[in-house]
């Protein structure tokens, strides 16, 4: 391999790249991170440095992009296979941007690098293709397990056999016109929508609401209660600790982004639901409550994704007090 005078790791995401430049000769490391991806602004800034240099990233989710957009600009930059860079348990003990920018950079200098084949655009967009479409019948297939389980253990079994004496198969035209007659007696299984399946899979999980005391012990149930590193009298309050369930906090959050665009005059529950009036208006100011709690963070310069997270749990909250008033009712 050639003898490089420059070293540039880079550590390319989304919405920001970042880049370090190692001196073969000096050892000295300069760290720079860009907003977004300026890959003119990036080129011009390695210009800068004593040359020849060699620029390298691990392809992630913007695959071979960053390579051809600093190909056409005069950057010889290439992709390294992952798998083939030396990693230690130090590297995973301090992992941050900076530290994979740094760590590619020294991969560089010491002939650690595998570079991989770059595909034409067409090729990749070819393979994108091919692995979305994997995807997607792998999740279609799951679905269509899920349903026939379902359906099976309500004794909604599709059987028998064809005039000519085969087995009926699933999801012929035959197969969805017996599908369509299928009533569970449990209708939570042909209900649609994101605010019931929260609401149902929340209730399935709590199974008795008085098995917690107050809200913090949900919030903390569901894994959306802060976690903590704490000792003596420093305390140390991290992002949310994850534990639980995972569906139901899943879909507390996915929940949390719909009041991004909801109005602040919630629509009552309607009347025919047979949900007393007072419970139903208090779902109507929770609702109102969330959304301006919402607005509030956001005005405070809160990031979105950690908003979304602290509406999660105050919605978890509200589903819990929620069901103890209908509890509450039904006695």
Not at 42 to 66: N, R, T, V
Not at 89 to 98: E, I, Q
Not at 305 to 322: C, F, Q, S, Y
Request: with cysteine; proline share 5%; aromatic share 8%.
């Amino acid at each position: 391999m050639p003898k490089y005078s420059t070293a540039f790791g880079m550590d390319v995401h989304l919405r920001s790249t970042t880049v370090c430049a190692l001196d073969a000769d000096t050892g000295e490391a300069v760290t720079r991170r860009f907003p977004g991806n300026p890959w003119g602004e990036i080129a011009g800034w390695m210009d800068g440095f004593p040359g020849p240099s060699l620029a390298a990233y691990e392809s992630g989710y913007l695959g071979f992009a960053p390579q051809r957009e600093l190909a056409g600009l005069g950057v010889e930059c290439v992709v390294a296979a992952v798998s083939k860079i030396p990693r230690s348990a130090a590297d995973s003990a301090s992992k941050n941007d900076r530290n994979d920018a740094a760590r590619m950079a020294k991969a560089i200098l010491a002939h650690d690098i595998s570079p991989v084949w770059v595909p034409s655009p067409e090729v990749e967009g070819i393979r994108d293709l091919a692995g979305a479409y994997d995807g997607a019948t792998a999740r279609l297939a799951t679905a269509k397990q899920r349903l026939l389980a379902f359906l099976a253990k309500r004794g909604f079994v599709y059987g028998g056999t064809t005039p000519a004496g085969n087995p009926r198969k699933y999801w012929t035209y035959d197969f969805l016109r017996w599908l369509d007659k299928a009533r569970p007696e449990d209708d939570g299984g042909v209900r649609k929508g994101c605010a019931f399946a929260l609401a149902a899979a929340f209730s399935a999980e709590v199974g008795d609401f008085t098995r917690f005391r107050s809200g913090r012990q949900v919030t903390a149930y569901f894994g959306l209660a802060p976690s903590q590193r704490s000792s003596g009298d420093s305390v140390r309050l991290g992002g949310i600790s994850g534990a639980g369930n995972a569906l139901v906090r899943k879909l507390a959050v996915e929940g949390s982004w719909c009041y991004a665009a909801a109005r602040h005059q919630p629509k009552l529950m309607p009347r025919d639901t047979g949900v007393p009036l007072e419970i139903r208006m208090h779902g109507r100011k929770g609702s109102e409550r969330l959304l301006r709690r919402r607005e509030e963070m956001l005005a405070r310069g809160m990031p979105a994704a950690k908003a979304n997270a602290a509406t999660a749990a105050e919605l978890v909250r509200w589903l819990w007090a929620l069901g103890m008033m209908c509890r509450e009712g039904a006695e």
